[in-house]
């Protein structure tokens, strides 16, 4: 049974897609901390009427970056916790944590990644983007996390047709229904041991076999 920790900054609906497989027993892993930046967010309130402890870490809270990093990090190392998910988290980790947690960080991105990635590209900025510069198809990415937002390997994909008659709205709802499959089904892989690196990219088992 992995333990994971949550980070989130909004309405966490995909820590929730994540939790609601745990609690069908999809995944065999637990949740036991959630952080975020936010301490009003949807989130927040989910883990609350779940019982999941939770952590506010932001600037108000802890004025000392560097104080602030070391909690975190200690924090996450006396819980023993085995995986990290960014589920809408919209800051940056500390470099401490994503040192310590090497492919142990994972992030859900709103597109095809190495495309309409990188600091400034979130949420509907995604949608805008695509569908501006015409794509035809879009998607959901999960990749371990590094030292520059999404940059870091990916893991698994899924991808969505772009409608001609598409807004940033719609493709988002299709793009969102995606994401709660899809963050799932690598949360399982890697609380189940089958995601393997070959050659410096990540790779899950079931996938190579077939």
Do not use: W
Not at 3 to 30: D, T
Not at 54 to 70: G, L
Not at 93 to 120: A, D, M, S, T
Not at 188 to 197: D, G, L, V
């Amino acid at each position: 049974m992995k333990k994971i920790a949550v980070f989130v900054s909004g309405g966490g609906s995909n820590f929730i897609a994540i939790h609601r497989q745990i609690i069908q027993g999809n995944i065999l892993g637990k949740i036991v901390m959630v952080f975020s930046n936010n301490p009003n967010c949807g989130a927040i309130k989910f883990a609350e009427e779940n019982s999941i402890p939770i952590f506010i870490i932001n600037a108000a809270r802890y004025p000392n970056a560097h104080t602030r990093d070391e909690f975190l990090l200690e924090t996450c190392l006396k819980a023993e916790i085995d995986l990290i998910c960014l589920a809408g988290f919209m800051k940056m980790l500390p470099q401490n944590i994503v040192k310590q947690y090497e492919y142990r960080i994972l992030n859900i991105h709103p597109g095809l990644l190495p495309e309409f990635g990188g600091k400034g590209f979130y949420g509907t900025r995604v949608h805008e983007a695509v569908i501006n510069t015409g794509k035809r198809e879009s998607g959901a990415t999960v990749h371990f996390v590094d030292e520059i937002y999404d940059h870091g390997p990916i893991i698994l994909q899924k991808k969505v047709e772009v409608m001609e008659t598409d807004t940033p709205e719609s493709l988002a709802a299709r793009v969102l229904k995606l994401e709660h499959e899809l963050f799932p089904e690598v949360v399982k892989a890697f609380c189940e041991n089958k995601i393997i690196m070959e050659n410096n990219k990540p790779k899950i088992l079931e996938y190579n076999e077939n």
